[in-house]
């Protein structure tokens, strides 16, 4: 059943005011077609993306327009050779990811990350790492996965993760596989579970690539 734009906009709204890393008072919500749009300033990245990903809890929820705009104040305002350097340092010291395979790169607050890891879970260390700095208003991660292991069987070993999570209805999402690369299909009831298809996904051992063409139904 289809839920009303008005609707879906108040549940967005009380989402936002529930989850405590977020400050819902800044933070304008509009909805069309079940697109939510999020306007308005957050005082750093991972409030950001925190607003975001409370926002793709919400049943109903189509897609994102995420205009929320970063305002650093104070000592929250750095430049871009001390985040790079906290950057380097931090990855230095996170034992998930291999060191010196990955390059940063800092330019008015936006941190790139550059490289190539053989798992994607070493890849969302390697983002989760710098994400949480100060001074940070944005991350483009450009690490590529080339896994050593042999992508065989990736399609079987996908769905018996998605049988296996209870927050997932596996018999409503299809998996093609060529090779190393990965195609979701069919339905979910929310983002927040066709992104976690995705990540069951990507768990998998030699997968390159997913295509994550699952649509989201209210």
């Known amino acids: 059943m289809k839920i009303e734009d008005s609707v879906l906009r108040r549940k967005v709204i009380e989402e936002l005011e529930w989850e405590p890393s977020v400050d819902a008072s800044q933070i304008g919500v509009a909805v069309k077609d079940g697109i939510v749009t ?5 005082l750093s990245y991972p409030e950001k993306t925190n607003a975001e990903r409370a926002m793709r809890r919400v049943a ?6 995420d205009e929320l705009k970063i305002k650093l ?13 906290a950057a380097v340092n931090g990855l230095v010291f996170n034992a998930s990811v291999p060191k010196d395979r990955v390059k940063v790169l800092v330019e008015d607050g ?23 700095l ?12 080339k896994p050593r292991l042999d992508a065989t069987n990736v399609k079987s070993k996908i769905e018996s993760a998605f049988a296996r999570q209870a927050h997932l209805d596996a ?13 979701l299909k069919g339905r979910a009831r929310s983002i927040d579970e066709k992104l976690a298809a995705e990540i069951a996904a990507w768990s998998a051992p ?12 209210a």
Do not use: C, M, P
Request: glycine share 10%.
């Open 60 to 65: 109903g929820v189509k897609g994102v327009a």
């Open 134 to 145: 100060r001074g940070v208003v944005g991350i483009t991660n450009r690490i590529s996965i």
């Open 38 to 42: 999020l306007t308005g300033t957050v």
């Open 171 to 183: 018999n409503k999402i299809q998996v093609e596989a060529l090779n190393s690369e990965v195609t």
């Open 110 to 132: 936006w941190v790139s990350l550059d490289g190539e890891l053989e798992w994607q879970y070493q890849r969302t260390a390697a983002e989760n790492t710098v994400k949480h």
């Open 206 to 217: 030699g997968v390159t690539k997913v295509r994550n063409e699952v649509i989201v139904t």
């Open 73 to 85: 104040f104070g000592s929250d305002v750095r430049s871009d050779f001390d985040i790079a350097q």
